[in-house]
Nanobody, 124 residues
Framework: VQLVESGGGSVQAAGSLKLSCLASGYTSGRRCLGWFRQTPGGEREVVATIYIADDRPSYVDSVKGRFTISKDHAKNTLILEMSSLKPNDTANYYC???????????????????WGQGTQVTVS
């Protein structure tokens, strides 16, 4: 599966931004998709994941109520809508996938094996 993120950019605090991830290939065997972020010198952290079979989302506490993960099945696109952005949301945001069968992925970062190249989000 190939993952290509877009939609990053610079925004002022309290603003909104929408990220997209075009997922191509291996369409029948995706278990979960997710968004992660990483700052320079920092560890990568999970932001939100979605279980493909029923679109159930999971969010890290720091983004609950502000971010929404969804999937446009027709366009094979994963979306992250971000609002009430804060400076500490600044990071490189990555899209990732879990392939194969299985249950909910929740916020289990270690099971995500396929990654995109990332898109930068800067909040000032």
């Amino acid at each position: 599966v190939q993952l290509v993120e877009s939609g990053g950019g610079s925004v002022q605090a309290a603003g909104s931004l929408k990220l997209s991830c075009l997922a191509s290939g291996y369409t029948s065997g995706r278990r979960c998709l997710g968004w992660f972020r990483q700052t320079p010198g920092g560890e990568r952290e999970v932001v939100a994941t979605i279980y493909i079979a029923d679109d159930r989302p999971s969010y890290v506490d720091s983004v609950k109520g502000r971010f929404t993960i969804s999937k446009d099945h027709a366009k094979n696109t994963l979306i992250l809508e971000m609002s009430s952005l804060k400076p500490n949301d600044t990071a490189n945001y990555y899209c990732a996938a879990v392939l194969g069968s299985g249950g909910y992925c929740y916020l289990l970062q270690e099971i995500f094996k396929r990654w995109g190249q990332g898109t930068q989000v800067t909040v000032s």
